[in-house]
């Protein structure tokens, strides 16, 4: 499994950004891909999730309004729309995929304890998101 993120770079707030995570090594049938982000300093935490066989969705509330995933089979690549980006989106922000996992599944297990990085086993590098003026 491999997975390169990439679309990073210097937003002022309000702007939009897109990035991309290209995935290798695996069949994406039944598996989920999900987006995530570090800021300094704090703990890793869940942006979005998309099944990209049926394209099952979720997002963390964070992001819900103005964050928008969606994947392109043919290009074996998802993309993460941010819209109305803040200074507190500022992180680096990674994909990760699993096998035999669904958004559905994911989502219930945010509702009960936000740490939804552990369902998941694979990770690319990571990609700067800077939102400043």
């Known amino acids: 499994v491999q997975l390169v993120e990439s679309g990073g770079g210097l937003v002022q707030p309000g702007g939009s950004l897109t990035l991309s995570c290209a995935y290798s090594?695996?069949?994406?049938?039944?598996?989920?891909i999900g987006w995530f982000r570090q800021a300094p300093g704090q703990e890793r935490e869940g942006v979005s999730c998309?099944?990209?066989?049926?394209?099952?969705?979720m997002y963390t509330d964070p992001v819900k309004g103005r964050f928008t995933v969606s994947s392109d089979n043919a290009k074996s690549t998802v993309y993460l729309q941010m819209n109305n980006l803040k200074p507190e989106d500022t992180a680096v922000y990674y994909c990760?995929?699993?096998?035999?996992?669904?958004?559905?599944?994911?989502?219930?297990?945010?509702?009960?304890?936000?740490?939804?990085?552990?369902?998941?086993?694979?990770w690319g590098q990571g990609t700067q998101v800077t939102v400043s003026s």
């Open positions: 990760a995929a699993e096998a035999d996992l669904s958004c559905i599944k994911v989502d219930a297990h945010y509702r009960w304890d936000r740490n939804i990085a552990n369902d998941f086993g694979s």
């Open positions: 090594g695996f069949t994406v049938d039944g598996y989920a």
């Open positions: 998309i099944s990209v066989s049926d394209e099952t969705t």
